[in-house]
């Protein structure tokens, strides 16, 4: 501890590290709603694909074939890729997904 304006340097590095610890919550938080919107958007394929038909004779049939699964989510999927139903709606907000992503 330095008394007065010897002080100035540790008061810095204390009040720096503090900034940094507020950023990691922002990063936090941050990944918590990406899993939000992510959560929302399988959700969102899942009931798309209760009301596409084409899907459900597919689901129907599983037994029979080999490379569709459904997943944890009860999302149909071909081997790693997924089976979007016929929605306009869902299919332009994957793909805007797909070409905005920095992946």
Same mark, same amino acid.
Request: aromatic fraction near 0%.
């Given at each position: 501890y330095h008394p007065g304006k010897a002080n100035v340097v540790a008061d810095a590095l204390s009040r720096k590290s503090g900034m940094i610890a507020g950023?990691?919550?922002?990063?936090?938080?941050i990944r918590d709603l990406e899993r939000l919107d992510i959560e929302l958007y399988v959700r969102g394929q899942h009931e798309a694909q209760k009301e596409d038909n084409e899907i459900w004779t597919i689901v129907e049939?599983?037994?029979?074939?080999i490379e569709f699964h459904l997943d944890d989510d009860n999302v149909l999927s071909?081997?790693?890729r997924l089976c979007v139903?016929?929605? /306009?709606? !869902?299919?332009? /907000?994957? !793909?805007?997904e797909a070409h905005s992503s920095p992946f």
């Open positions: 950023i990691k919550v922002e990063e936090g938080i049939n599983l037994d029979k074939q071909q081997g790693t139903p016929n929605d /306009a709606t !869902l299919r332009e /907000a994957l !793909l805007t």
